[in-house]
């Protein structure tokens, strides 16, 4: 039978160092593990996105509404 | 215009590559866990076009991607996204990119940002573009357009946002020929299962179901082509050579989305593969693990399989009832599932699964209904028990579905739902942290399987090793036990909930047998391990170099 100290000296290779070796397709409790102050930066991007895209919108209708306007006008 | 890439069946094709053209750099950004094979297989298409390729871990963090990147300010920077929930990590690393001045493209790929690039686009303004679909003729054609400087907006199978719109262009067939493309780029250490180097590979892309919370096929049959491809079996047992001569690898594990088994077509494909794997010497030498459904477990097919090398199968269980079975549209039985695994029993190989304990369709009688199910699989300690909720992911059915009945819940990085009897979800809310002493990485129940993964490997290869016999008794004990503990735990607290009662909900417990559970195990295999180690040592040193295996692909 081994000393017990071969039991704390394995060599490296064989020490115990457990991981998945199959799919590690869940994820739910990585997630539990991601900052959630990253989720604000996501959040406050997502609405600056829209707001970007709400105002091209606005600027472009702004400018059909002229240029509709403009065309009445010449009749 | 000529094909440099065969196999691509009348999509837009590439330039020849010209020895004149100046080389493109190009860093790829993701996660590195078990080799990440997406990525690999990027990278060795854009160094066979003669680009110089960085491959870099997410897990390093901003500051030391920053440190690499910075002053050498690549064309692309790529990010290789497999989970969604990574989005805002991978975000932290792109905006602290831009904030140090690198104006790299910025492009993104994989499943979330294919099915839902506007999503993507507008959660992470850093990104000039994302890949669609399949990424390495995309990849390459939208570095090589960058290059010469001339229109990348055109490349087939991208989106990005022009004005605030989304611009898609048209999608870019999916490669029909997957031996076409290079082995993926391999260049790290292989992780070890106690010595021996193991590496991921493909047999296959694609799989023909349709299961609901799965985005899979979705991915595939959004693109244009076939959707389920497979490669020769001469090709595979080329790469598996390759991997073990060159990389010393013995344990091979095939990430394929479904192992190709199904019906006659795939007999023949796993019989010329076995056939070709005796022919080549590299039984014995490497042995292997894949992950298929349920249904092609069959006793003289696996027991064939398993002579040549299977040592673990992974299956996706998913659901111990019939009505969740149909909701996840699994096109399967509960018997079948247990017939499957007790097939795989009695073979002696091991068995590996994904089980929902929750899903949209639970309620409390369905939770009890899977713990039995559970307890009739793994109740004899032959693998741990282990399971998880059902979340909806971008691009799945399931998301959509939840979504018109009004249940989704959540966001991008944190996906939920709400059960039809909303009492469950405060049950679950309570049970999660309860049962993390077995269900986490760190956990109990990951680390018996684990140490059941490894006896396997170690079995396999040290011929002659002394008390296996002994070990995978008291493992099984050790098993059986853990198991039984969970399964009384989740039943306890369901029924004391039920009436009310929720101090079943205790973490400590839980806690204080985990660690005991966890130290009991650590005593058995390292025991185990240090009677054998001389032998241990011989078997792990033995030279991959030589041997009858035959000659590798260069490339």
Redo the contacts between chains.
Sequence with gaps: ??RPE??AE??S??R?R???????????????E??PG??A???A??F???A??H???AEGAAKIAGILAAAAKRG | MGKVLPGVPDGPCLDPPRGDRVPAEVALVGYQDQGNLGMGYLAAVLQERGHIVQMIDVRDGPEKIAERLASRQPLVVGFSLIFQVFLPQFRRVASHLRALGVTSHFTIGGHFPSLCHDEVLAQFPELDSVVRYEGELTLVDLVERLNRGTGWRDTPGIAYLRGGQIVETEPRPLVQDLDSLPFPYRPFDPEQICGFPTLPLLASRGCARRCTFCSIHTFYRTAPGKVVRVRKPAKVIEEMCYLHRHHGVRVILFQDDDFPLWGRAGRRWADELVGRMHDAGLVDRVIWKISCRAEYVEHDLFAKLRDAGLFLVYMGIESGTEEGLEILNKEMTVEQNLEAVETLKQLGIQVSYGFMLFDPSSSFESVRENIGFLRRMVGDGRAAATFSRMLPYGGTPIRDTLKKEGRLRGDLTRPDYDFLDLRLNEYHRLLVPTVRPWIHKQGLSYELNYAWDELETVSRFARGVEGVEEYRAALRWLTAESNERLFRHLEESLQAFEQGDRSKLDLEPARAYCEDGSKRLLDLRNRFIAHNIDLLMETVSADCTSGPVMVPQTH
Aim: glycine share 2%; net charge negative.
């Design positions: 039978m081994p071969h039991i394995l060599p290779p064989f115990w457990p991981g998945p070796i199959t799919d590690s397709i869940d994820m739910e409790f990585v997630l539990q991601i900052d990253l989720r930066q996501v959040m991007a997502t600056e996105n829209v970007a895209v105002r091209t919108r």
